[in-house]
Structures are given as structure tokens and as C-alpha cells.
């Protein structure tokens, strides 16, 4: 069974400091892989995902994420961080060519921005 | 346009009642999705439904769970004879089709459901 290790429960950053949030996956064949935000009080919102093509993958607001095969990661970095970036990330990984068990989250890490 | 919508927003409710939230998925979404975001477990699916399709019941955590879906689109998570660890948000997402993971996964603010 596929499972995704996020092994970083808090992270606390510095407003304007780089980030780096990991992202281990256990899967057999080629996963899809996705990261989620979730902000207080709001829904889970898709930053990036990657299916196949270039392991570096650009999403919404400045994020990115590297896909490694070699070391089963997909770990989300932004080089500047702003305060509104404080927040609950997720990483999910989904069974490549169906999705009819849904995605297998990370549970998840903490992000804390200092001022 | 609208988002997934979900309801109640909140519920509070006693052990052993039963429980019914509501999830109305994006117009035109054919897949919908159920899942769990509780302290000790993180975020686990549930549930997927493909428009008119009996659904993957695979991963409901008791029989004491189920849903349904009507019409293709508007799903209902029921409860019943609610336990303390039934406890958690409720989420829901729809995406344009369940036959690829590539079509993303919308989600729905929750439903926080509390058992007394």
C-alpha cells in the first residue's frame, strides 16, 4: 500500500527566510504526486501537482517542488516566505492510472512564520 | 463560480445518534470524494463515487458508515449509532473525472462534527 511520510510535524521560518517542506512517498510504480495548503478556517487548496516530464514542478504562490525517484521525495520549497504562508501543508501521493482509492495524505506539517 | 459546498459547517451531536452531512460538489464534477481529517489519524479517504456508479466502498472505517449520491451529484455521508472516535472534519472534493488522478481535487470546507 502506498503511504507518504512528512517527517517534519512543525516548522517555524522566519518571514523573507527560504522553506523547505519534505516529502517521502512509498509507492511501487509511478506516483502522482500533489501538495496541499490548508489555512485556518478554510479548505484544502492545491499548490502543485506532478504526473510525469520535468521533476521540478512551479505552482501557486511562488511555490515549487522537486520530484526525486532516487530518493522517493517531493519535498515544496519557496525562497521567500511571507507571513500569510503560515498554514498546514500536505503532501498526497495517488495511484498512477485510476484514482478509485482517492489520495493518501501526509499528516501533514505546521508551518510558523516568525516576524 | 460556486466551490464545493458543505453542511452543516458544524455538528455537534450524542452517542449513538445518527448523523447525516451534505456535500454539493462543483457543477459538471462527475467524481466525488469523501474524506476524514481527524487529530490521531490525519487526513484518511473514505469514500469515492463516478457519477451514477456504485461507489468504492473500500475504505469506510465500519458498516456503521455510508453515503449515497442521487442524481450524480449531490452525496450524503451518514452516520449511524455515532461513537466519541467518529470525531473529526468531514471533508469533501469533486474533480472532473475519477479515471485520472490528474483531474484536481476541489475540496469543501468540512463539516466538524463533534460526538458527546
Redesign the interface.
Known amino acids: 500500500a502506498q503511504s507518504v511520510t512528512q517527517p517534519d510535524i512543525h516548522i517555524t521560518v522566519s518571514e523573507g527566510a527560504s522553506l523547505e517542506l519534505r516529502c517521502n512517498y512509498s509507492y511501487g510504480a509511478t506516483p502522482?504526486l500533489f501538495w496541499?495548503v490548508q489555512s485556518p478556517?478554510?479548505?484544502?487548496?492545491?499548490l502543485l501537482?506532478y504526473?510525469s516530464g520535468d521533476t521540478l514542478v512551479q505552482g501557486i504562490k511562488g511555490f515549487e517542488a522537486e520530484f526525486k525517484r532516487s530518493q522517493s521525495s517531493f519535498n515544496l520549497r519557496k525562497p521567500s516566505v511571507h507571513w500569510s504562508d503560515a498554514a498546514e501543508y500536505?503532501c498526497?501521493v495517488?495511484?498512477?492510472?485510476?484514482?478509485?482509492?482517492?489520495?493518501?495524505?501526509?499528516?501533514?506539517t505546521h508551518l510558523i512564520i516568525q516576524p | 463560480g460556486a466551490g464545493v459546498s458543505q453542511s452543516p459547517s458544524n455538528k455537534v451531536t450524542e452517542k449513538g445518534k445518527d448523523v447525516e452531512l451534505r456535500c454539493d460538489p462543483i457543477s459538471g464534477h462527475t467524481a466525488l470524494y469523501w474524506y476524514r481529517q481527524s487529530l490521531g489519524q490525519g487526513l484518511e479517504f473514505l469514500i469515492y463515487f463516478q457519477g451514477n456508479s456504485a461507489p468504492d466502498k473500500s475504505g469506510l472505517p465500519s458498516d456503521r458508515f455510508s453515503a449515497e449520491r442521487t442524481g450524480g451529484s449531490v452525496s450524503t455521508l451518514t452516520i449511524q449509532r455515532t461513537q466519541q472516535e467518529d470525531s473529526a472534519v468531514y471533508l469533501c472534493a469533486s474533480s472532473l473525472a475519477v479515471s485520472t488522478l490528474q483531474e484536481t481535487q476541489y475540496f469543501g470546507p468540512g463539516t466538524r462534527l463533534l460526538v458527546l
Not at chain 1, 94 to 108: R, Y
Open positions: 502522482y496541499y478556517g478554510q479548505g484544502l487548496q492545491l501537482k504526473f500536505f498526497a495517488g495511484e498512477s492510472g485510476g484514482g478509485a482509492d482517492g489520495l493518501t495524505f501526509g499528516k501533514g
